[in-house]
């Protein structure tokens, strides 16, 4: 039997990283930090409204913590993968606004050019630094082998796990050299998957060896060098004998991270509010005290006080039970302090600074350039019928653009974007494609804005607003998915009065939905534009390239492994 004293509460708040509600420090965080002496901090996006109000939270999260007597600093983590999922960033360019939207992984991949890349992530981590932020759940390095996963899709660097090795090496050391923890994710890889782990558990088939192959290929090439790896939440019942989490299983997080592919840096979980886990008996509570005997230092849970407090006294039973091992306990929470050394530094580093506006607004005005550029380098012809491009200025423009829909809980997340304050769900995908839209106004006379859903038929108006327009753009967002999408589309050439001509397809997330379409069909014949993510940013390049100010550089990043159904 272990007594639970002062130093043992000390060294467990080292092994949790929670979240919070409000955009400003909340009672319930405080009380983490000072009582249970909460180690590390993530910021969601309900967090963030602006830099210097983020730096501001900092600020008191820091000083709560030395307050409360914390041997080093508060880590504070956030999701910035950048695309779809960027916690930080903001779509305005209003002054003092939160970080610049770069380019997603798929987007980065698309250029061809880990150099860039790592420039980009440099960038990312000079703003995060800026105003505190000491750590980046990033980057993603599953290889996307499955086209019809709901969970990464876009947020992967492609197919290839080499290709996908150099992005996630060039990411981490422009993290890195921004003075910003990265964090490789999702280990052993959530790519070869179709179930989304936000709602039940993903099952990955493989041996070992199978993963080796494949999965493990981007983890084993920066084992010697990413300060994070995150573990995710699939079953590997190949490898681990059964179905539990690789995130709480001592085989996958111990046998095969550290041993195999002898990694030495800090483990991190996945949020354990996602149902993989969640769902368990035991619920978060139990999964968190698993998740610690499987050999994670840190176990994250971003959303719920209750599961907070519960998550603690669980961990605090377990060791007086015996049941966590406290030398173990002690090494990892050695692999902890080197981190915080590395990246959060001393006291005098974390605290007392005030906000720089000026240098932040040249931060700002520098990386909107290098974003701006990114994105146009990223922007794909995906059926290669260039002499359909560019389309000619003025004149009528029709848009269509798809209802809005949750197709992904990572990026339409209800802490994340989908949800507002009330709790009403809404969605960022509405806003983009207006945006877009008002983008297109450069080179119209006029735009017609169509918003299209499931079951629709063209109106009347409609079909007239065609016969007597310049040019259409048709956007879909992983219409292999949603299939209406493609039904829609051949309304419109129908009632297009000029064939495949002057009529161009914006295909806005993941390209699949028009790169494995056999020749000869009807839609194999449409001039399709990729931007790989339905960010504003992503689609007003596409627009510049679709009116001819670039030409597409970019090439998809995935092979064409999926044909129309």
């Known amino acids: 039997m272990v007594d639970i ?36 901090v993530i910021l969601m996006r309900r967090n963030v409204q602006s830099a210097a109000q983020v ?30 999922v960027s916690a930080f960033s903001h779509s305005t360019s209003a002054p003092g606004a939160a970080g610049t939207q770069f380019p997603g992984a798929m987007a980065l991949a698309a250029t061809r050019s880990p150099e860039l890349a790592e420039r980009m992530s440099f960038a990312t981590g000079r703003e995060l630094k800026h105003v505190g932020i000491n750590w980046a759940y ?9 086209s019809r996963n709901p969970v990464i899709g876009v947020r992967s660097f492609g197919d290839d796990p080499q290709k996908v090795s150099e992005y996630v090496a060039a990411i981490s050391r422009g993290l890195t050299q921004a003075g910003v923890a990265p964090s490789a994710k999702h280990f052993p890889g959530h790519g070869d998957t179709h179930v989304d782990s936000h709602l039940a558990l993903p099952v ?11 999965e493990l290929v981007p983890f084993a090439a920066i084992s010697d060098s990413v300060a994070t790896i995150m573990t995710g939440h699939m079953a590997l019942p190949k490898v681990t004998g059964d179905d539990t989490p690789a995130s709480l299983s001592r085989i996958a997080t111990h046998d095969l991270l550290r041993d195999d592919l002898q990694y030495k840096g800090v483990v991190v979980t996945d949020c354990l509010e996602m149902e993989a886990v969640a769902a368990r008996p035991g619920g978060v509570p139990t999964a968190s005290v698993d998740a610690l005997r499987a050999g994670a230092d840190i176990v994250m849970i971003c959303h719920t006080f209750a599961r907070h407090v519960g998550s603690f006294e669980a961990a605090y039973s377990a060791v007086t039970s015996g049941q966590l091992d406290l030398d173990e306990l002690h090494e990892s929470g050695k692999c902890i302090a080197a981190l915080k050394g590395e990246f959060a530094g001393s006291w005098e580093q974390a605290l007392g600074t005030s906000f720089d506006m000026d240098k932040w607004l040249d931060i700002k005005a520098e990386n909107k350039e290098l974003s701006r550029q990114a994105y146009l380098a990223s922007i794909a012809d995906l059926q290669d019928i260039s002499d359909n491009l560019p389309l000619p200025e003025r004149g009528g423009v029709v848009v269509f653009s798809p209802q809005k829909e949750s197709l992904n809980l990572a990026v339409d997340d209800a802490e994340g974007v989908l949800r507002t304050a009330d709790g009403k769900i809404r969605n960022t995908a509405g806003p983009s494609y207006i945006s877009w839209a008002a983008s297109v106004e450069k080179y119209a006379d006029t735009v017609s804005h169509i918003v299209y859903a499931p079951d629709e038929l063209l109106t009347a108006e409609q079909r007239n607003l065609l016969l007597t327009a310049s040019t259409v753009l048709f956007a879909t967002r992983n219409a292999d998915r949603s299939t209406w999408q493609y039904d829609f589309l051949r309304q419109v050439l129908t009632a297009w009065p000029h064939g495949y001509k002057r009529l161009v397809v914006l295909s806005s997330c993941a390209p699949y939905d028009f790169l494995s379409i056999p020749e000869g069909e009807d839609l194999a014949k449409v001039t399709v534009v990729a931007s790989f993510e339905f960010t504003a940013h992503a689609m007003a390049a596409a627009t ?10 970019g090439r998809a990043p995935v092979s064409n492994n999926r044909s129309l159904q």
């Open 55 to 84: 730096h501001a939270v900092v600020q008191k999260l820091q000083k709560i913590a030395k307050d409360a007597g914390h041997g080093q600093p508060l880590m504070i983590g956030t999701d910035q993968e950048n695309g779809l």
């Open 544 to 553: 510049e390239i679709i009116f001819g100010q670039e030409w597409p550089l």
């Open 138 to 146: 990033s980057p993603v390095a599953d290889v996307n082998s499955d």
């Open 5 to 40: 004293t002062d130093d043992i509460k000390r060294e467990l708040g080292q092994h949790f990283v929670l979240g919070f509600h409000g955009t400003d420090v909340s009672p319930e965080i405080e009380t983490l930090i000072r009582d249970y002496y909460l180690g590390n």
């Open 204 to 214: 990955i088939p493989k041996t070992k060896s199978e993963l080796a192959e494949t």
